[in-house]
């Protein structure tokens, strides 16, 4: 993401000896690469760099991207291009590619501008630029190639670019300059080729058939070109009683884990020999006398919980053979591609995909239509289904599941269409879709006015005729916007220009680009996780940055982001969150807590130690481990009888706080292959180590004992288990089951304490749960809207919302006892639906307290006091007053108001008043996602309401296939969006509504036009009575959608009232100066410019922010424009922090209208009585300034 302030100095890289001539060829093979675009760019094979932290000069800590290695040792130099040097033309590439989005982390200085590669990553995330760049392209900021003007830089594909300021002519220094790289488009495969023979010369083999990737390079598909499968050829001779006896021989094997863990008490069996011929002691060996060396036996090996290994002995000797089996843990399989949904005409061809992983690997699926079993000799499917021919009953849901011998799984379900000849998937007839006009648009004293600019519905179209049926579907279609008409509005005094849908039609679909932004802090003390190491199930894909940001890109087809964030200082538990996103694209942001371990004590291997878990004031734990004398071995094996350093770190749902922290989001697949919930009564991080070293050690068996006495919920004693979590699914597994045991133990209370006894092993996995699977579950309906007026066409999406549900005491459901399990959810078109516990009989069984943020902003949901509203909250009565609605501040009005409070009543089955929502049935989430906004939902509203956005070009900030190419379009490219704001200070005794009008200002197609209007109100600086500030969104300059000429945004800011400008930021006024042509000026009244095309900081009073959502690179802008800093976030106005413009407001006199209203009924007189104000001010300020003037002029002579 590209800060609005140059990051830290990268390392200059030195020239070397350079090459003279426009380009550089580079061979991959015999093929011959293309040309590049632009001054001298070279194409070179990438190579990544791995990030690391450097000594700042002066012995201060800095952390940086690696420092750019000298010409010497990358090995080749980078082509440089000298003043006046033409740049290449571009040539047609021999494979289809495409540019990034321009990229700039450096600002020049020192000893030049530098955009080395390492460092985009590092900024901006390592998937905004491809693997293998095939070339890059560099221009100044005002979009000036380098030849023009005249300075000599150095590029290279692989490693980036550089600018030295020794290296230009006399007088100059280095431009600031932006790049961009083009890279492959991502090709697709060829069909498979047929099987080959089976290897080897009898028994089990292998065969393998290969495919072919089209593109030139060979490697830019994803995936592999070969494909294996078993085989079987004719039995090999076995050990029959002819080639094994013989007497004197011995076999000697052991079974082990992959990481090289003897596993004791495994059943080892020979081929063709029935039973089991030997067991493994406590090291993992055995031995089998009578097997003949040369016999090359083939040794299988069985154990509960492992997949099934089998080994072939060697000889190492002329009587004895060797033989090692490994063996896998079992894990159940989870699926790592999902089914998509599809548009088909009838007679038309599809092919769903499913991909589960596992240990074993699942061979074995399902296919189902409608809920029922498709006929697997019939359709002969696999992981692939493929129908022929369809028809129209062949449309409806299908899913798969998958097995393996740990168990099943079940994929989501992807809706088939199957359309009549002829008829149309796309309706060209746009719906309705009303935006917001600006108030004085309206007839006075009629409310808001809207307009109805048109939508397309959101549906697949068919793929073209002949297109491939496989599962990437290349050619997926969407309906979307086929032609705009301009109208125009006339408002009070002046004609506002709209562009409106007029036609839909099938194109080709925006490729959804999911994007996770947050930020990673501690729980505790909220100082950020520095650079930990980013897991997306076991591939490490990145680091947090120096604030704990992150940044991750959704990968296709994901329907749950598993993302583990690994301390590298080891003070905190590994960080394991499923972070919901929004599956049709667009940013959503988190704020993920870090747990940090508990304090380290030390155990004495030899000796019996207790350690509790939970240890809140006033409170007994809820319970301990147990871990006996000779529990601990190294990672070998081999026992530990040393000092052990052991930190268990208790996450305690009884402490409500603790639920931020909670790992995972407590679902495990139950028998069925489903995702359940699981409810939670703790969970414990188990880290030992030897004492006075990293050496981490294994423990098992240990007790857990729980104490029953703090199980409240009736059955929960009963069915309580142990799990531990799988890193990589972020699922939670059973690892054993509880048995009651009676203790005498000593106690204040004269009841004797009932405890619950489990048993686990501490190896690999190191994080466990207390949990009871919940079967009273239900679905909640949230949406989300831009103001507390909940009008339906104004819903925002993107929206996080959490629910947690709480175990309340007896009586007391305002005052709950302990949280159970949490939630969250995406806000979509249609709102969120979150899964919940739920009772039938006692509707305060479970309560829950719901809570929404956007990009940081805490949403507010409908007011509760002094008694909740139907039509305020959205649910209707007498099911209103049965949930027990109530606002965190129902109770004590200065308390937040950022959340809600319900009771989970089920739903009971025939009533009318409780079957059309807010809480659905488990079974019913298809009737939860679809209900229509008429139906009964809760509500959480924007808090900001005093904010207007009016788009020429409309533009669904939530929907990123909503962008429509346009030259008045406010973001010019759907792949990439740049947020820009300038913060404006303004002295007076309110807040004010500050308006910026945004229009063409250099492009000579756009000049004059307007591109759209923004308003937001000032806040108050709590340190500064009488001061407020405000962040206006401007336009940002650059290119148009066409990329072929940037146009300066002419951007014009009026404070509404009787305001005055009194100053302008020193260096934005000297920026402003330094690259004409300037804006008007002489209204005193506003503040116009002609905006920057460099992502000024917030030493200037701008604030720009690029993301691939809007709605991230806006809310992340405004946090730092709050905070004023250019890397800070803040909810709180710092109004004399990081200011553009200041002006001064004065309350009008009694009867006087506003500046605005004086403005639209006389400008004449108003900009006269403005002139005269200003005027009077002028003169004032020269008088002041004159004996100064005079003191400079004598200090000079």
Not at 1024 to 1034: D, I, L, M, Q, R
Request: hydrophobic residues 35%.
């Amino acid at each position: 993401m590209e800060d609005s302030s140059p990051p830290k100095r990268l390392p200059e890289a030195p020239s070397g000896r350079q090459t003279r001539g426009s380009r550089i060829r580079a061979r991959r093979g015999a093929r011959t690469l293309p040309r590049t675009l632009g001054p001298g760019h070279g194409v070179i094979a990438a190579t990544t760099l791995p990030l690391c932290r450097r000594r700042a000069p002066g012995g201060g800590s800095s952390h940086y991207p690696p420092e750019e290695p000298t010409a010497t040792a990358w090995g080749f130099e980078g082509p440089s291009l000298r003043p006046g040097q033409p740049s290449p033309a571009l040539e047609d590439w021999e494979e289809a590619s495409q540019w990034t989005s321009w990229f700039n982390v450096d600002h020049p200085g020192g000893d030049g501008d530098f955009e080395s590669l390492a460092a985009i990553r590092f900024y901006y995330g390592p998937a905004r630029v491809c693997p293998r760049p095939l070339a890059l392209e560099a221009r100044t900021t005002d979009w000036a190639l380098p030849s023009t003007v005249g300075e000599r830089v150095h590029l290279n594909p692989t490693r980036g670019f550089w600018c030295l300021n020794r290296e230009q002519p006399r007088g100059r220094r280095c431009s600031n300059y932006h790049v961009r790289f083009r890279c492959p488009l991502e090709a697709t495969w060829g069909a498979w080729g047929p099987w080959g023979p089976c290897s080897g010369s009898c028994g089990p083999g292998r065969r393998l058939r290969r495919r072919r990737c089209p593109s030139p390079s060979g490697d830019a598909c994803p995936g592999r070109p070969l494909e294996a499968q078993k085989c079987v050829r004719p039995p090999c001779p076995g050990c029959s009683s002819k080639t094994c006896e013989c007497p004197d021989h011995i076999l000697l094997g052991s079974v082990v884990t992959p990481s090289g863990r003897p596993l004791p008490g495994a059943r080892v069996s020979l081929r063709d020999w029935p039973g089991t011929v030997a067991i493994t002691d406590a090291h993992g060996t055995f031995r089998i006398p009578g097997v003949c060396a040369s016999s090359r036996a083939n040794i299988s090996a069985q154990m509960d919980g492992f997949s099934a290994g089998l080994g072939q002995a060697q000889a190492n000797g002329s009587i004895s053979a060797v033989v090692t089996v490994v063996l896998n843990k079992l894990e159940k399989p989870y699926l790592v591609k999902h089914p998509e949904s599809r548009v088909r005409e009838a007679g038309q061809n599809v092919t769903f995909c499913c991909k589960a992983s596992g240990t074993p690997m699942p061979k074995k699926y399902s296919w189902f239509h409608n809920g029922t079993l498709l006929d697997r000799r019939e359709h002969r499917y696999g992981a692939h289904l493929e129908l022929r021919g369809l028809r129209p009953d062949q449309a409806g849901t299908y899913h798969c599941k998958a097995w393996n011998d740990a168990g099943t799984v079940r994929s989501g379900s992807a809706r088939l269409t199957v359309l009549a000849p002829g008829q149309p998937a796309c309706n060209p007839q746009p719906q309705e879709h009303l935006i917001k006009l600006p108030d004085d648009c309206g007839q006075p004293g009629s409310g808001p006015a809207y307009l109805d600019v048109g939508l397309c519905s959101d549906t697949l179209c068919p793929s073209p005729a002949g297109s491939s049926s496989r599962c990437g579907d290349s050619g997926s279609r969407c309906c979307s916007v086929r032609r705009l008409e301009s109208k125009e509005i006339h408002c009070s005094n002046y004609v506002l220009p709209v562009k409106v849908v007029a036609e839909c039609g099938c194109q080709k679909c925006l490729p959804p680009r999911g994007l996770v932004r947050g930020r990673v802090v501690a729980t505790d003390s909220g100082e950020p996780l520095r650079f930990a190491q980013i897991l997306l199930g076991r591939e490490p894909i990145g680091f947090t940055s120096y604030q704990g940001d992150f940044t991750i890109e959704v990968p296709p087809s994901t329907q749950r982001l598993v993302v583990t964030f690994v301390d590298p200082s080891g003070e905190f538990m590994d960080t394991v969150r499923v972070l919901p996103f929004a599956p049709r694209g667009g940013g959503v942001y988190h704020d993920v807590k870090a747990m940090r371990k508990k304090a380290p004590v030390i155990l004495d291997a030899s000796q019996s130690n207790t350690i509790p878990l939970g240890e809140l004031e006033e409170e007994d734990p809820l319970g301990e481990l147990v871990l006996q004398p000779g529990a601990f071995r190294r990672a070998d094996g081999e026992p530990y009888t040393g000092a052990v350093e052991a930190r268990v770190t208790f996450v305690d749902p009884r402490d409500l706080t603790s639920a931020a922290a909670a790992p995972s989001d407590l679902r495990f697949v139950d028998s069925d292959g489903e995702l359940a919930p699981l409810r939670t009564y703790g969970m414990f991080a188990v880290d030992l180590r030897a004492a006075g070293s990293a050496e981490q050690l294994q423990a098992g068996p240990v007790a857990v004992r729980v104490n029953a006495g703090q199980i409240h919920m009736a059955g929960h004693v009963e069915a309580l288990k142990l799990w531990s979590l799988n890193p990589d699914t972020g699922l939670w597994e059973e690892e054993s089951g509880f048995q009651r045991e009676g203790s005498a133990a000593p106690r204040v209370r004269r009841e004797e304490r009932v405890f619950l006894v489990g048993n686990v092993e501490i190896r690999e996995r190191r994080l466990f749960n207390l949990d009871v699977p919940e079967r009273r579950r239900c679905f909640v309906k949230v949406r989300a809207y831009a103001n507390d007026k909940f009008t339906p066409n104004e819903q925002v999406e993107g929206v996080v919302v959490t629910l947690v549900n709480l175990e309340p005491a007896p009586g007391f459901a305002a005052n709950p006892r302990a949280w159970g399990r949490f939630d969250s959810a995406v806000t979509g078109p249609n709102g969120a639906c979150l899964p919940a516990f739920c009772d039938t009989d006692r509707p305060d069984a479970y309560t829950a307290l719901v809570t929404a943020t956007l990009g940081g902003e805490e949403l507010e949901p409908a007011p509760s006091r002094p008694r909740p509203h139907a039509a305020t909250v959205g649910v209707a009565q007498p099911y209103l007053d049965k949930l027990g609605y109530r606002r965190t501040d129902h109770d004590d009005p200065a308390l937040k108001r950022n959340g809600f409070r319900i009771n989970l009543a089920k739903p009971r089955p025939g009533d009318p008043a409780e079957a059309n929502g807010p809480v659905y049935p488990w079974r019913s989430l298809r009737e939860c996602q679809e209900a229509p906004v008429t139906a009964s939902h809760f509500r959480f509203a924007r808090v900001e309401a005093d904010k207007y956005e009016y788009n020429v070009v409309p533009f669904r900030e939530g929907v990123p296939a909503s962008w429509t190419g346009d030259l008045l379009a406010w973001w010019p490219n759907p792949q990439e969006f740049r947020a820009c704001f300038l913060k404006v200070k303004i002295q007076g005794p309110q807040e004010y509504m500050v308006r910026s009008h945004n229009a063409g200002g250099s492009h000579p197609r756009t000049q004059g036009q307007l591109y759209g209007l923004r308003d937001a109100r000032s806040v108050r600086d709590p340190e500064h009575p009488g001061t407020s500030a405000a962040c206006v969104e401007f336009k940002c300059s650059g290119m148009l959608f066409d990329q072929r000429q940037v146009d300066r945004t002419l951007v014009t800011i009026t404070p509404q009232g009787s305001c005055r400008r009194v100053a302008v930021n020193g260096l934005l006024q000297d920026y402003l100066a330094r690259h004409p042509p300037p804006a008007p000026a002489d209204d005193p009244a506003a503040f116009a410019m002609l905006a920057p095309l460099d992502p000024l900081g917030h030493n200037y009073g701008v604030y720009t922010v690029t993301d691939q959502s809007p709605r991230l690179a806006k809310e992340i802008a405004i946090g730092r424009c709050f905070d004023g800093s250019s890397d800070g976030f803040s909810r709180e106005m710092k109004a004399d922090a990081g200011t553009a413009v200041t002006f001064q407001c004065r309350e009008p006199p009694a009867g006087r209208p506003s500046l605005f209203q004086r403005l639209l009924e006389s400008p004449a007189t108003a900009l006269g009585d403005i002139r005269r104000e200003m005027g009077e001010v002028t003169r004032a300020q020269a008088q002041a300034a004159g004996p100064l003037r005079t003191r400079r002029g004598r200090a000079r002579q």
